[in-house]
């Protein structure tokens, strides 16, 4: 099947697998698939040795406070929503596939384009790599609401300071990320064009801003020395919010990512023109089911955990 989103597919109806990114973990997350499948246990245990602490600790046992840690934030999310895709076996049938921000990694190793070993320590890698970022220089983030895209965009390019969209979850809702200052002055100004919020987010940096330059650079030499292969089904990438199927575009995507904001309104408008039916949210929370159902009401929406 080869999809295109400059194409209008009609009479089509197709399965979209979706992958949520940091901000979706909570405690005790996973703890139900080790107890109830052997393969849980097993891809678990191996993460534990990949990883060289076991992860599974903090994520079956672990605070709020533990899980918010970059360093486990990240490869938790990424594992649950690997092992919650292994576990549906025969049901795990996508058409399409995309994934938030981090979800992107999830939604390549679902989709055998990258092997597991491979992409865990690929997250673990980008865990650091934003990590010593967000040290070097401090940074935040903002959540707008009720305002148009082009507003943003415009208010954001007349601040002088480093602050950009970062990630375009759905209409009339982007998160911007910069400087604290830029963010500061943002809210700010965006709050007197009226958007319905403008609040600042309790993360540990700029994400998919400018700021994440030296964590894209360290990055990049971990994907560059990653083999990719061609994934069972198109996956649409943050970067482009296009269908891509190429392992050498795939590489280039992951590594424009960390600097480019997310298109996850786009991908989700293209999946749905490109004939997607149903999304099923693969991982933690079900946060990325609501911002499909922003992007068109009358597409179904469901958690994998409820076909297991």
Known sequence: M????????????????I???????????????????????????????????????KMFEGSEADLKQTNVTQPAIFLHSVVLASVLGKDFIPDMAAGH?????????????????????????RARAMQKA???EP?????????????????????????VPANYNSPGQIVISGSIKGIDLAVEKLRELGAKRALKLMVGGAFHSPLMKPAKEELAKAIDNTPVNKPRCPVYQNVTAMPVTDP??????????????????QTMLNMIKDGAASFTEV?????????????DRSIQARSAADLI
């Open 101 to 125: 921000s981090l979800g992107e990694f999830s939604a390549l190793v679902a989709t055998n384009a990258i092997s597991f070993e491979d992409g865990l320590r690929l997250v673990a890698a």
């Open 134 to 136: 967000c040290e070097a």
């Open 2 to 17: 080869k999809l295109s989103s400059s194409s209008n597919i009609q009479n089509k109806s197709y399965n979209a697998f």
């Open 283 to 295: 991982g933690p929370g079900n946060v990325l089911q609501g911002l499909a159902k922003k992007a």
């Open 248 to 265: 050498s575009i795939i590489k280039e995507n992951l590594v424009a990512q960390l600097t480019a904001p997310v298109r996850w309104t």
């Open 19 to 57: 992958f949520p990114g940091q901000g979706a973990q909570f405690p005790g997350m996973g703890k139900d698939l080790f107890e109830k499948f052997d393969l849980a246990r097993e891809i678990f245990e191996k993460a534990n040795d990949i990883l060289g602490f076991r992860i599974t600790d």
């Open 139 to 163: 940074s935040a983030m903002a959540a707008i609401l009720g305002l148009d895209d082009n507003v943003v965009e415009e208010a954001c390019a007349g601040i002088d300071e480093v602050v």
